[in-house]
């Protein structure tokens, strides 16, 4: 299997780099109670780049390390999806997917209809099927979502937190951008107001 470097495109919780590395180097992530075996190639990413990518995302399911509505991506919604794309190894992008499909790490995918079509179901589960989002520096960037749409569950404020603290870290949004970005999200929207998220991404910043 050709190791060439592919950009794993996060927009949920991994926007934040600490929280990443765990998935890279292994680890507990702060906030978790989940821990990652990591790569077999634990190097951090060759570069990382804040990107938007079309479509939007929505929070759906009950997160078994988070409790509430796990975050996930959608082309076909309306917008622009804030995201951070990491450049890793191929063999790193499949045990990054691996430990995100609850999968040990060590197997080497075959990604080639992702690859070549834009559209790769792996398995059933939530995050099994991989999405060619586009290409940037000649190679290709890819992520992993739900097969298709669920009915919306609202987020956690640890879950929401962790986004917020990483669309900042990312972007550079100050708190209110990244609080009304999570706020008018499907499963977020009529649950969780632009205010209240703001007090908590503040309250996260006061403990930090």
Same mark, same amino acid.
């Given at each position: 299997?050709? /190791?060439? !470097?592919?950009?794993?495109? +996060?927009?949920?919780?991994? #926007?934040? @780099?600490?929280? $990443?590395?765990?998935? =890279? ?50 082309? /076909?919604? !309306?917008?622009?999806?804030? +995201?951070?794309?990491?450049? #890793?190894? @191929?063999?790193? $992008?499949?045990?990054? =997917? ?111």
């Amino acid at each position: 299997m050709s /190791d060439d !470097p592919i950009w794993y495109v +996060a927009y949920g919780s991994n #926007l934040f @780099r600490e929280r $990443f590395h765990c998935y =890279l180097a292994g680890g507990t992530p702060r906030g978790s109670t989940r821990h990652h075996t990591g790569c077999r190639d634990p190097r951090p990413p060759r570069a990382e780049q804040s990107i938007t990518v079309p479509g939007g995302i929505y929070f759906a399911h009950t997160s078994l390390t988070w409790g509430g509505g796990m975050a996930f991506y959608d082309p /076909d919604l !309306p917008g622009r999806a804030a +995201a951070r794309a990491y450049l #890793l190894t @191929r063999r790193q $992008f499949c045990d990054v =997917l691996s430990q995100e499909m609850r999968r040990d790490a060590g197997a080497d995918h075959d990604l080639s209809e992702a690859l070549a079509r834009g559209r790769q179901r792996l398995g059933p589960g939530r995050y099994e099927t991989v999405l060619k989002v586009g290409e940037r520096a000649g190679h290709p960037m890819l992520t992993f979502t739900s097969p298709h749409p669920a009915s919306p569950n609202a987020p956690t404020a640890p879950y929401l937190t962790m986004l917020g603290n990483g669309l900042r870290e990312a972007h550079s949004w100050p708190v209110a951008r990244a609080a009304s970005y999570l706020a008018a999200r499907p499963g977020a929207r009529g649950a969780w107001t632009p205010q209240s998220i703001t007090a908590l991404l503040g309250s996260a910043q006061e403990r930090r």
